[in-house]
């Protein structure tokens, strides 16, 4: 083999490992950093000239999963994965959940020259995940809550149809007056959440056409504004303008978006702060066979609110749950299944007086693409 040759193999090989999607870190039998990839620069926090010579456990310090894995590889020589059980830290992000796969390095004459580790992070897999369990809950009480509505609907018009009768049989001057009309209005309040309900689990399919997100949003931000004047709600807009429209449905992603941003102006005190991005992220594709794979658009809201406990954040989605002291519970139901028609998912992120994000990915996909 030319010397020419191996130097453009190595290159070759450098190029993968600059480019490649997941972390690779390679150590020597005595536990010394030899190869830190770009990925795994990104995931850890950590520079190559922080991380290079440095020993594993101190590079991992508290981290015992991932010890442990390198440990066994390095002792036995032999590949350990973990897909399930393992978070790694960062000293410059979030905490993420990872697939780690530990696997020995041989030389020439089959002695073991130290381990590479493979780290995948998992954040997306595990939204995608929880978006699922959401969307087949919602589904299974959809069907039960229309057969509900179709029952509870008519003897509904019945009530209605009795108490309209009773108020043109009083004298406009009873008593009983006041009492027909809270009946009517109550029975048109029930009548209003089973509509809502009925379109829950029969929604319209949605009409495909251009839709400027970033317009979109800071449309419906303008209202919110002034909608919040008095609150001094403080709206802050990171969207990118260089995103062309989208192919979507806008009096259905107009609804999904008033609803979440609405949502989040009510949950933060006086003086608070919701901040609302648009962006493409390029590192998740979404594959159609025939097609060619398309990024997501992800918009995210995020307001500095009391936050939604981890009991609460399980059932938000679920129709008729609730934490405020007035609405059906189906607005959250009802934005899970605007965003499955467009072939999308929601996600939340919340901790107690920290406050919220709500998540909300769709494809990048054109009308005339």
Known sequence: MSPNKTQSEQQIYARVLDN????????DQQGHVTLFNPTAQSYTGLSEKQSIGRHFEHLFSGQTGIINLICQTLTEGRSISDDENIFLQSTSAPTIPVSITVSPIFGSGREQEGAVMIIRDLSRVRELEEALRHADRLSMLGTLAAGLAHEIKNPLGGIRGAAQLLEMELDENSGLSEYTSVMIKEVERVNAIIEELMDLSHPRPPTKDDVNLAQMLGDIVLLQ???????????ILDLDPSIPPISGDEALLTRLFLNLIKNAAEAVPLNGKIKISCKIESNFHVHNPGK??????????????????AKDKERIFTPFYTTKPTGSGLGLATCQKIVGSHQGFISVKSKLDEGTT????LPFIRQHS
């Not at 490649?20 to 150590?27: C, N, T, W």
């Not at 709500?358 to 990915?361: E, L, P, Y």
Request: proline share 7%; charged share 20%.
């Open 292 to 309: 060619k794979p398309v990024p997501w658009i992800v918009v995210q809201i995020t307001d500095n609110g009391p936050g939604i406990s």
């Open 20 to 27: 490649l999607d997941r972390a690779v870190i390679a150590i």
């Open 358 to 361: 709500f998540r909300v990915s």
């Open 225 to 235: 504004q002034e909608a919040h004047r008095e609150q001094n709600v403080r709206f």
